[in-house]
């Protein structure tokens, strides 16, 4: 089936612990990208990657890293987690991400992040 | 930053009524596109129209789009207790050719609730 999978589903940590939400994708899909959701604020993008060692900043990048060693993968890592950055967070990949305008996005089915 | 604005905030309607839904937005783009997020789950694609476009169906979804104005409308027909979910509008820039970003630009959501 495809389908993007996002671990873990819910997460409660504490300030400065670092932490890793990993990402992963099954459709050979080219771009992926991590957004965070928000009351009145909507889904924001954090980081995004048009492939493989091309990652780049979304609307709201500080305090979040990502590396794209693989295609499939894309985690997303907290290295000093704040209060601030308690939220949902979302996975999402299309297939080309860049030359394809029509591209639909598939997202994960969101963490759930806690910052105490 | 938010680019589509979704009118209006929340909306509830009865089973069987008509439900629509509005989305302006700010800069020329490429391509609009609709999607759907049950409670606290990810987003589901719904519908994309071109800038080119004017209208489009897809079962009891209809999408219509004047770039004139730029806005669209998103009307389901003979609503369900299942369409209750959250609704966002996303845009594609028309600067996207650059290939610079696949920027899917959310809202921030349209909350239905459909009676039964």
């Known amino acids: 089936e495809a389908q993007v999978t996002q671990n873990p589903r819910y997460l409660i940590t504490v300030t400065g612990k670092k932490l890793t939400v990993t990402c992963s994708q099954n459709m050979n899909h080219e771009y992926m990208s991590w957004y965070r959701q928000d009351p009145g604020l909507g889904l924001r993008q954090i980081y995004y990657?048009?492939?493989?060692?091309?990652?780049d900043k979304g609307d709201v990048p500080e305090g979040y890293k990502v590396s794209r060693k693989e295609k499939r993968n894309f985690p997303l890592i907290l290295e000093s987690p704040s209060p601030n950055q308690t939220s949902l967070y979302f996975c999402?990949?299309?297939?080309?991400?860049?030359?394809?305008?029509?591209?639909?996005?598939?997202f994960g089915p969101g963490t759930r992040l806690t910052v105490l | 930053s938010q680019q589509g604005e979704e009118d209006p905030q929340a909306l509830s309607i009865q089973e069987g009524e008509n439900a629509t839904m509005n989305c302006s937005y700010k800069t020329s783009i490429n391509n609009l596109q609709w999607y759907r997020q049950n409670s606290g789950r990810g987003l589901v694609h719904l519908i994309l129209?071109?800038?080119?476009?004017r209208e489009k169906h897809s079962g009891r979804l209809r999408v219509t789009l004047d770039t004139s104005k730029k806005s669209s409308s998103l009307l389901i027909t003979a609503s369900r207790a299942a369409d209750t979910a959250s609704y966002f509008c996303?845009?594609?820039?028309?600067?996207?050719?650059?290939?610079?970003?696949?920027?899917?630009?959310f809202g921030k959501g349209i909350t239905l609730s459909v009676r039964p």
């Open positions: 999402a990949s299309s297939l080309s991400g860049g030359w394809v305008t029509t591209d639909t996005q598939y």
């Open positions: 996303a845009t594609v820039p028309l600067d996207f050719y650059t290939g610079a970003n696949s920027k899917l630009t």
């Open positions: 990657s048009m492939n493989v060692e091309v990652t």
């Open positions: 129209i071109r800038s080119n476009e």
